[in-house]
């Protein structure tokens, strides 16, 4: 067994990880990158769609050409990347983490590190999460995979297409499969608007003529030994108009229905997770509640655009650089989710300087505004032209308006979308 000791340990080597690990590079500490696959870059190696990158590099690129920027950088740091490698246990001995991971190359390995940076990205729901009836035929699968077989394996996963779910993987996905010959016969969803962003709602259904049916459930899956088609029954006042279900032909299903942060490893070492995120409970320093171990990226919570993941992880690596180097927080002021709020993280700020907040509203507005009250005063109060729950929200605060809180212990920041 191969037994390795670094200042801090990454585990992912997607966009969040490679960005958390330059920086903790930057600040002098030695960093090891783990990730299972054989090369750094995450989901970003699958979506060879362009549209990455407008704030990060101010130019439009692929997720591949956005993950060779990164890890262009990692491979000139004093960063060493184990790829290949699984991280199957963290232990928290104390002054040290424990990382085990399996290898091919290598067999065990077991690294020590004084700071772990959680960067696992996210899974997708499946078949079996949202319960859909019917018989259990191939041809049922998770959109993510689809692009998988497609940009990567070089597989066509089938022909006539229908995609449930309206979320971002299954509206690319809509694109590709037409671009590849396909025929992409509706996207089903179940609620009132889009799950996905407008852009691609745009770009790959309207300009494609795919029918969007929103407010619309599939209430089965026909086929026996293959997918035959699906009936779909549209919704009204939260009622199925049965009367009203249609059957659509197709050889293939592909699910688009959501994220959920990837958190086996997390549950493990007993990080306390967030009902709301789905991820962990992360501090003002993005620190969860195990000491020492940060958590960025998707792994945190599900994020739309891959800048806000590179921006998040840098404070994630500068956070545990800091904690290494001994500072430790001050006091703490509690954020909680107000109206029309159906996360905000972190759930702790720190008052004495800036802190970036991200949230995800439950409701589609025009001429929203968003509402930062600190014990029931009003700091913020900020017009926003449209809010939607696919697009995610960031702002920061900082000494100034969250002064009131450096006096009060108990100070408690609620964030709503009026
Ligand atoms: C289909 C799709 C389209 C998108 N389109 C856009 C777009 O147009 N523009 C945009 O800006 N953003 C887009 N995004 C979002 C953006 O690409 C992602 O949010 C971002 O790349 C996620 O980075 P991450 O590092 O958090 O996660 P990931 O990229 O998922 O990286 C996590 C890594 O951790 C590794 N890992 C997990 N568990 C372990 C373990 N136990 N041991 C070792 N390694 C492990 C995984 O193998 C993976 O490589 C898109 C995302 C998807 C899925």
Avoid at 169 to 193: D, F, N, Q, T
Avoid at 352 to 373: G, H, M, P, S
Wanted: hydrophobic share 40%; charged share 25%; glycine share 10%.
């Amino acid at each position: 067994m191969k037994e390795l000791q670094f200042d801090s340990a990454v585990i992912g080597g997607g966009a969040a990880g490679m960005a958390a690990a330059l920086e903790l590079s930057a600040r002098g500490l030695s960093c090891a990158v783990i990730e299972r696959e054989d090369e750094l870059g995450g989901i970003l190696m699958q979506c060879i769609h362009n549209g990455f990158g407008l704030i990060e590099f101010n130019e439009e690129l692929s997720g591949p050409e956005f993950a060779q920027r990164l890890e262009e950088k990692v491979r000139s740091a004093a960063i060493t990347p184990f790829c290949g490698a699984t991280v199957i246990e963290v232990e928290d001995n104390g002054e040290h983490k424990v990382i085990s991971c399996v290898s091919g190359a290598w067999g065990v390995i077991r690294i020590k590190a004084r700071a772990v940076v959680l960067a696992m990205g996210c899974r997708e729901r499946n078949r079996g999460n949202i319960r859909i009836p019917g018989s259990r035929p191939a041809g049922v699968f998770t959109a993510g995979l689809a692009q998988r077989l497609v940009n990567i394996e070089g597989y066509i996963p089938g022909k006539d297409v229908v995609i449930i779910g309206s979320g971002d993987i299954g509206l690319i996905m809509a694109r590709r499969m037409s671009w590849i010959g396909c025929k992409v016969h509706a996207v089903v969803e179940i609620l009132p608007y889009p799950s996905g962003l407008t852009r691609n709602i745009v770009q790959c259904l309207k300009d494609f003529g795919i029918p969007l049916y929103l407010s619309h459930l599939t209430t089965n899956i026909y086929g026996q030994d293959r997918v035959e088609g699906v009936e779909v029954t549209p919704i009204e006042n939260g009622a199925l108009m049965f009367d009203r279900s249609f059957r659509i032909p197709c050889d293939t299903v592909l699910l688009s229905v959501g994220l959920v942060p990837e958190n086996e490893l997390s549950r493990s070492l007993g990080i306390d997770l967030s009902p709301m995120t789905n991820g962990p409970w992360v501090d003002s320093t993005l620190m969860t509640s195990v000491p020492g171990v940060f958590a960025c990226g998707n792994v945190l919570h599900v994020h739309d655009l891959v800048d806000f993941v590179v921006e998040e992880a840098r404070r994630a690596g500068s956070f545990a650089a800091d904690w290494l180097a001994g500072r430790r927080k001050d006091k703490e002021l509690r954020v909680k989710a107000g109206s029309n709020v159906r996360y905000v993280t972190p759930g702790r700020l720190d008052p004495a300087r800036d802190n970036k907040l991200y949230l995800r509203t439950l409701i589609v507005k025009n001429d929203a505004v968003l509402e930062v009250r600190l014990n029931n005063k009003t700091v913020r109060s900020q017009k926003k032209s449209h809010v939607q729950p696919s697009e995610m929200i960031s702002f920061n605060l900082g000494p100034s308006e969250l002064a009131a809180a450096r006096e009060s212990p108990d100070s408690v920041l609620e964030v709503s979308i009026l």
